[in-house]
């Protein structure tokens, strides 16, 4: 069988993730590794959920066990519009789809925004497991520089000149993976100016929303658009979150949130593509956001904000001249930009070899292949003392190629 002569076009453009690849190193018990943008696991609420699943078999075991709604358990849902409120995005469960985690969510709202050739505005660089999401749709990629000196009529000539339409904006506003930038509250206001002036939604990646370690909260760009636009119905936000980063990323709970006309549409992408999230699970994230979400965050950003300091200092320390880095206010990561001819890639390599430690090479985060000269950095999953090891020997190897260079 010639499977390559069957397979659709689509799917050059699909490649492996380089983080699921380097996440095999962790199994390497002498690797540091920076690499994964995943939960400490020794955080995880793991007697909350042992009580939840104890509870849901004891009283509800046939409903959690049987095929449910497709738009996600009622509870949880609700549970979600009362926190959506809390962060200024008053709506019901109405507006909420649950999604097997908010990776599903990018796939669904690639597949139901772009037809081949369309344009998505995107961070360079931008989330890498956004790009795999939409790559399947065939899409071109403009560059999104909030703040930036490009107008609307710009972006749409250069999505008409390419055979197609700017369709959607995509950011993840808070702590961006892979950068850890926040956009400002200016910057947010610009993002919209933009999206009204093009007319396309805007994809809000709200991940890390509940990591801040510190400076002001700035609104989310939901909260921002129901403000001008007098309601939920009328937003072009579409606002995905996630439980991954808070309570557990293997239970693969996520929702979006936005106007029904839209939520009703991706209702029907649900039952196509697996009829429902597994309802067990969603019931157990019910019972623990409802029992413990408020303090169990607040322990995750005093752990996480200590390592993001420790990490921020380390790289003070031992980063050789001509290095720079992001300074993140909250999230998982830092990132990197190295000296003018440095190639991350390379890096790597020596990195493993010489020092035994891990990140992500920056190329993987950009539509273009660009960035070669950047990396990214997560601190989540190591502690302090690790932290300033792992950033030494990684002072070391950059100094080792710069004098290679």
């Known amino acids: 069988m010639d499977w390559q002569g069957v397979f659709a076009s689509r799917m050059g453009r699909m490649k492996a993730s380089e983080i699921r690849e380097l996440l095999k190193l962790l199994d390497q018990p002498d690797v540091i590794s920076f690499a994964g943008g995943i939960p400490d696991p020794g955080l995880f609420p793991t007697e909350a959920f042992r009580e939840a699943f104890e509870t849901i078999f004891a009283g509800s075991a046939a409903a959690a066990l049987q095929y449910s709604v497709s738009e996600g358990y009622g509870p949880l849902r609700d549970w979600i519009a009362q926190d959506m409120a809390r962060i200024g995005v008053p709506c019901t469960r109405d507006n909420i789809l649950i999604t097997s985690g908010s990776q599903q969510a990018l796939d669904y709202l690639g597949k139901l925004l772009i037809s081949p050739g369309d344009t998505a505005l995107v961070g360079w660089p931008t989330y890498l497991g956004a790009l795999g999401a939409f790559n399947a749709y065939e899409p071109r990629y403009d560059q999104l520089t909030p703040g930036g000196n490009r107008g609307a009529a710009d972006f749409a000539a250069a999505a008409r000149a390419a055979g197609g339409?700017?369709?959607?904006?995509?950011?993840?506003?808070?702590?961006?993976?892979?950068?850890?930038?926040?956009?400002?509250?200016?910057?947010?206001?610009?993002?919209?100016?933009?999206?009204?002036?093009?007319?396309?939604?805007?994809?809000?990646?709200?991940?890390?929303?509940?990591?801040?370690?510190?400076?002001?909260?700035?609104?989310?760009?939901?909260?921002?658009?129901?403000?001008?636009?007098?309601?939920?119905?009328?937003?072009?936000?579409?606002?995905?979150?996630?439980?991954?980063?808070?309570?557990?990323?293997?239970l693969r709970v996520g929702w979006v949130c936005g106007?029904?006309?839209?939520?009703?549409?991706?209702?029907?992408?649900?039952?196509?593509?697996?009829?429902?999230?597994?309802?067990?699970?969603?019931?157990?994230?019910?019972?623990?956001?409802?029992?413990?979400?408020?303090?169990?965050?607040?322990?995750?950003?005093?752990?996480?904000?200590?390592?993001?300091?420790?990490?921020?200092?380390?790289?003070?320390?031992?980063?050789?001249?001509?290095?720079?880095?992001?300074?993140?206010?909250?999230?998982?990561?830092?990132?990197?930009?190295?000296?003018?001819?440095?190639?991350?890639?390379?890096?790597?390599?020596?990195?493993?070899?010489?020092?035994?430690?891990?990140?992500?090479?920056?190329?993987?985060?950009?539509?273009?292949?660009?960035?070669?000269?950047?990396?990214?950095?997560?601190?989540?999953?190591?502690?302090?003392?690790?932290?300033?090891?792992?950033?030494?020997?990684?002072?070391?190897?950059?100094?080792?190629?710069?004098?290679?260079?």
């Open 165 to 250: 339409a700017v369709k959607f904006a995509y950011v993840s506003p808070d702590f961006a993976n892979p950068t850890g930038e926040t956009l400002s509250l200016r910057e947010r206001e610009g993002l919209l100016d933009l999206a009204e002036a093009l007319d396309i939604p805007i994809i809000e990646d709200a991940a890390y929303l509940a990591l801040r370690y510190r400076g002001e909260a700035i609104p989310p760009i939901l909260n921002l658009d129901i403000a001008r636009s007098g309601g939920i119905e009328s937003a072009r936000t579409l606002y995905c979150g996630t439980f991954s980063k808070t309570l557990s990323p293997g």
């Open 259 to 405: 106007p029904k006309a839209v939520i009703a549409r991706l209702v029907l992408m649900k039952q196509a593509a697996d009829l429902h999230s597994a309802t067990l699970n969603q019931m157990a994230i019910a019972e623990v956001a409802a029992a413990i979400y408020a303090p169990h965050t607040a322990m995750l950003r005093e752990t996480y904000s200590a390592r993001c300091a420790a990490m921020l200092s380390a790289l003070k320390t031992h980063m050789p001249e001509g290095v720079r880095w992001s300074e993140p206010e909250g999230g998982m990561f830092v990132w990197l930009t190295l000296p003018k001819g440095l190639d991350a890639a390379v890096l790597l390599k020596r990195a493993l070899e010489t020092q035994r430690i891990a990140f992500v090479p920056g190329a993987a985060f950009y539509a273009d292949g660009s960035g070669r000269d950047t990396l990214r950095l997560s601190f989540s999953c190591a502690s302090p003392a690790l932290i300033e090891d792992g950033m030494k020997r990684l002072g070391t190897v950059i100094r080792e190629a710069l004098v290679a260079a």
